[in-house]
């Protein structure tokens, strides 16, 4: 990880955080049953981190190379801005996010932890990653979270953000003193 001054710096500058999700928003475990229906855990407190980035006005965004409903259903529960699914290339989906939403790469946070993961993390200003990401993953990124993927390094990463942009107490507040 780069010096806290610097990372906080990169922090700082982000507009957007975009999430892998197999091993990032989940803890990489594929759970199948007979018919082949395929079912995923989620972390509610790295869900209650990008509610907090989204109440707070960045744009969060999903980028995977699988496609699954319960992906889609965690995504719109969390009120997230825009879903990339079936992305074999996530670069090209990561190219059309900043058109769209026109952000500079040093304005983007990404979170991954594995090989295909890396194309992303070279173009983007905060590039992140689990605990347990791949050893190859971890020499591309800035920030390397305490926690695995699925288990609080989400919330981590969310948090570092809100903090190195002065939103997060702004956004501890309003949450904690609602009735």
């Not at 990880?1 to 475990?29: I, P, R």
């Not at 190219?95 to 939403?101: L, P, S």
């Not at 390094?153 to 809100?162: G, K, Q």
């Given at each position: ?29 594929l759970t ?123 919330r981590e990463?969310?948090?570092f953000v ?18």
């Amino acid at each position: 990880m780069e010096n806290d001054l610097e990372l906080k710096y990169k922090a700082g500058k982000v507009k957007a955080v975009v999430f892998d999700v197999d091993g990032v928003l989940t803890d990489a475990s594929l759970t199948f049953d007979e018919d082949g229906k395929e079912y995923k855990t989620f972390n509610a407190k790295d869900g209650q981190g990008i509610v907090m980035l989204n109440r707070t006005g960045f744009v969060t965004a999903i980028i995977t190379a699988r496609q699954n409903g319960t992906v889609r259903h965690r995504f719109n529960n969390l009120g997230m801005t825009k879903l990339y699914e079936g992305c074999k290339n996530k670069i090209a989906a990561l190219r059309e996010f900043m058109a769209e939403y026109n952000l500079d790469p040093e304005q983007i946070a990404y979170m991954g932890d594995d090989l295909p993961d890396i194309c992303v993390l070279k173009k983007v200003g905060m590039p992140c990653c689990p605990q347990d990401a791949v050893a190859e993953v971890k020499e591309h990124a800035l920030f390397v979270a305490s926690k695995n993927g699925g288990r609080g390094a989400v919330r981590e990463m969310c948090d570092f953000v809100l903090k190195a942009t002065g939103k997060y107490e702004e956004i501890v507040a309003a949450i904690s003193n609602r009735e």
